[in-house]
């Protein structure tokens, strides 16, 4: 039975628990948010309503404790979780155990986040609800014989993904039959480290294409999509800038890969935030599913800017059991949006984390400008997390316009005592390809020397 909420336990740290805190404040929620001994003095802790240390640094001990998560959820009287991105915002065994303790997960069932979760039966699902796939094993890969079969069917180059995870752990290119025995077993034991599966499926590779998404927001009846974000700008298959719309399909397009999304999300009666994930094969001009994701991704912003909808209220009041109060034809897209991931790394040395002190931070202003993020003057960042620090997100009427105010707000911008990566994306944004809009996921390696 859904319960309403009154009071939220935000299972997560940095600018996203900051993110779910200031949505709960203007829904009139009192939020709760936990944290690690390596977070006591963050901004999330000083402005939360209540906050409560639930173990050591080390995330094993706390973002990712399931049981001391819900516990002090039961405890404090929490009505809801929000999990935040990451940690254990798609773990369906946390999900359940909310379920269970009778504690409102803000996300879809358990059992919709177990069905995509695992990449081969979401598959599945896709082609059954008529969403293209990449040709590739049907099944997870048995062994090495059966690898061999179906490369032979797939034909090479292919690739082999892992099961249960992402973020290209797991993830081998195979160019030649002679390599394939080595690179099965390279991508099933870092699968196996990594989440604890180690179940492979194979797919045709695909060199030059582009990374689109779709958000989605649906209420278990209805489903709508609030366009798509191009996520094409990576490095070793890690988000570094995403921006909606995407510049490489046309309006024909478009329609038809966010009609597959909500398509797929009817077909498992999802309810709550998601994102639907395609490659856009340039060489072909067409589109097909890899993944889905059962939470609020990192850069929702860019549809919040191009939509002017709170993607994080909208969850909450989902959860709470209130129906989906918009309808497709009233969503409207306005102009264009680019976010920049800035990350504590040296990108000059291989990206290399670099917490530390921060002894001044600036954040940019003015029109069309939103910066996301936990930072302060003062505040130490710490080395067990994430190394993301700050969103910066910018609206302009058109592309170009966009464009030109995130290269203004990185000129503005300062993060003083460590480093990030913002004079990295300051080059990103300024080279031809980028300006013209004409890139793949393969441009930043190439432009970074892998």
């Not at 803000?106 to 896709?126: E, F, L």
């Not at 478009?254 to 340039?282: K, M, P, Q």
């Not at 290399?352 to 936990?374: N, Q």
Request: charged share 25%; glycine share 8%.
């Amino acid at each position: 039975m859904v319960r309403p909420l009154r009071r939220v336990l935000i299972a997560n740290r940095g600018e996203i628990a900051l993110r779910v805190i200031r949505a709960c404040r203007e829904l009139g929620l009192e939020s709760i948010v936990v944290f690690s001994e390596a977070d006591r003095d963050s901004l999330p802790v000083q402005l939360a309503d209540r906050a409560i240390c639930i173990g050591a640094a080390i995330a094993a001990k706390s973002y990712l404790n399931a049981e001391a998560i819900v516990g002090a959820a039961v405890a404090f009287k929490a009505d809801g979780i929000h999990p935040g991105y990451g940690f254990l915002s798609e773990k369906a065994d946390f999900a359940a155990l909310c379920e269970r303790e009778g504690v409102t997960f803000v996300g879809p069932r358990s059992q919709t986040i177990r069905s995509m979760g695992n990449k081969v039966a979401a598959r599945a699902i896709a082609k059954a609800a008529g969403v293209p796939t990449i040709p590739g094993s049907e099944n997870a890969i048995a062994d090495l014989a059966d690898a061999m079969r179906v490369a032979e069917e797939v034909g090479y180059p292919l690739l082999i993904k892992a099961a249960a995870g992402g973020g290209g752990r797991g993830m081998r290119i195979v160019e030649r039959a002679a390599d394939l025995k080595k690179l099965v077993n390279e991508a099933m034991a870092e699968a196996q480290a990594a989440f604890g599966d180690a179940s492979v499926y194979i797919e045709r590779y695909l060199s030059n294409i582009r990374h689109v998404e779709v958000q989605l927001l649906g209420d278990g009846e209805k489903i709508v999509h609030l366009g798509e974000r191009d996520c094409s700008s990576q490095r070793r298959n890690q988000k570094l800038l995403e921006e909606s719309p995407c510049p490489a399909i046309d309006a024909t397009l478009r329609h038809e890969i966010c009609t597959a999304a909500v398509r797929l999300c009817e077909s498992v009666g999802y309810s709550n935030a998601g994102t639907v994930e395609f490659i856009f094969d340039l060489d072909s001009m067409a589109y097909y599913f890899i993944e889905m994701n059962t939470r609020i991704q990192v850069e929702h912003p860019v549809t919040e800017m191009v939509t002017g909808i709170d993607l994080v209220k909208q969850q909450l009041q989902i959860a709470a059991g209130e129906p989906l109060p918009l309808r497709q034809d009233e969503i409207r897209f306005q102009g264009h949006a680019i976010e920049c991931r800035l990350n504590a790394e040296d990108h000059t040395r291989a990206f290399r984390p670099c917490p530390g002190l921060v002894t001044s931070f600036l954040p940019p202003g003015g029109p069309g400008v939103r910066i996301d993020s936990h930072l302060r003057s003062g505040y130490e960042i710490p080395p067990y997390y994430d190394s993301l620090v700050a969103k910066l997100i910018c609206w302009g009427r058109d592309r170009e316009e966009a464009r030109v105010r995130v290269a203004r707000a990185l000129q503005e911008i300062r993060i003083d005592g460590v480093h990030t990566t913002v004079p990295f994306h300051r080059s990103l944004i300024d080279t031809p390809q980028f300006r013209l809009g004409r890139i793949n996921t393969r441009f930043v390696n190439d432009l970074v020397g892998g």
